[in-house]
Structure formats: structure tokens, C-alpha cells
């Protein structure tokens, strides 16, 4: 997970929630947007999956699921969907 500098209780609450998960890996930068954030995951990334989530979306229930399913079957090394639901305030 990266955190781009949120201002509000993320870290704390990613670092209490996954900070001793054995696969979750956690880091902070500042804001530096979008693509500073991308490259900051993909270069700590060790899965064989990697999804990205911003923090105004959210993924159907089974979508994570599906793609591990799926993504073996299709023999490809990237793959996008459009999977996720806008939250809206």
C-alpha cells in the first residue's frame, strides 16, 4: 500500500491495521501524485499480482478473486479492468 501523503489518520491506521501483516507492505512518501505513487509500489511490488485502488474507489466484493482466477488463464503479463465502483461524498 502506498500512502501519497494523506493529511488525515491514514498511516496511522494502515500501520496499526497491516503494519505486522506478513504480505502487505506499507509505505509513505508525500504527496507526489499518481504516478510518483505507482512507482514508488512497483518498485517494492513482489507478487504475482498487482492491483491498484486509488483512495475514491472501491472494488466490487469478488473482483480480487476473479483476477487471480482469470489473469493465469489469459497467459498475458498485464491486464486492466474497469472493476471498481466511484465513491462519491
Given at each position: 500500500?502506498v500512502?501519497?501523503g494523506?493529511?488525515d489518520?491514514?498511516q496511522?491506521?494502515?500501520?496499526?491495521r497491516?503494519g505486522?501483516?506478513?504480505i502487505?507492505?506499507?509505505?509513505?512518501?508525500r504527496?507526489?501524485?499518481?504516478l510518483?505513487a505507482?512507482?514508488l509500489?512497483?518498485?517494492h511490488a513482489?507478487?504475482?499480482?498487482i492491483?491498484?485502488?486509488?483512495a475514491?474507489d472501491k472494488?466490487?466484493?469478488n473482483h480480487?478473486?476473479?483476477?487471480?482466477?482469470?489473469?493465469?488463464k489469459?497467459?498475458t503479463?498485464i491486464?486492466?479492468?474497469?472493476?471498481t465502483?466511484?465513491?462519491?461524498?
Amino acid at each position: 500500500m502506498v500512502n501519497d501523503g494523506s493529511t488525515d489518520e491514514t498511516q496511522r491506521v494502515l500501520d496499526e491495521r497491516f503494519g505486522n501483516h506478513p504480505i502487505v507492505k506499507i509505505l509513505h512518501q508525500r504527496n507526489g501524485g499518481h504516478l510518483s505513487a505507482f512507482v514508488l509500489g512497483m518498485e517494492h511490488a513482489s507478487g504475482d499480482v498487482i492491483c491498484f485502488l486509488d483512495a475514491d474507489d472501491k472494488y466490487e466484493p469478488n473482483h480480487l478473486e476473479q483476477v487471480t482466477r482469470v489473469l493465469p488463464k489469459t497467459k498475458t503479463s498485464i491486464s486492466c479492468s474497469r472493476r471498481t465502483t466511484a465513491l462519491r461524498g
